[in-house]
């Protein structure tokens, strides 16, 4: 399917935001890093649509005891 941004950034944009980056620090480090200029919005779209995507692709982490 035809993308405006590289599949690569996407990922990295739904990771930091999972993991806890707000909105405006996932933006701000995509135009620092990587010279992607994208709004909050787009970057809450691409969790609800490909969060789900990534969580089914991602590997069970086991649990240490």
Known sequence: KKMRH???IIVRAVHQYADG?????????LWQHDGVKVTR???REWAKK???????????RSAKN
Not at 21 to 29: D, E, I, P
Not at 50 to 60: H, M
């Open 6 to 8: 590289n599949p690569e």
């Open 21 to 29: 980056f707000s909105l405006s620090k996932v933006k701000n480090h």
């Open 41 to 43: 919005w787009t970057i």
């Open 50 to 60: 490909y969060s789900n995507f990534l969580k089914s692709t991602t590997p069970a």
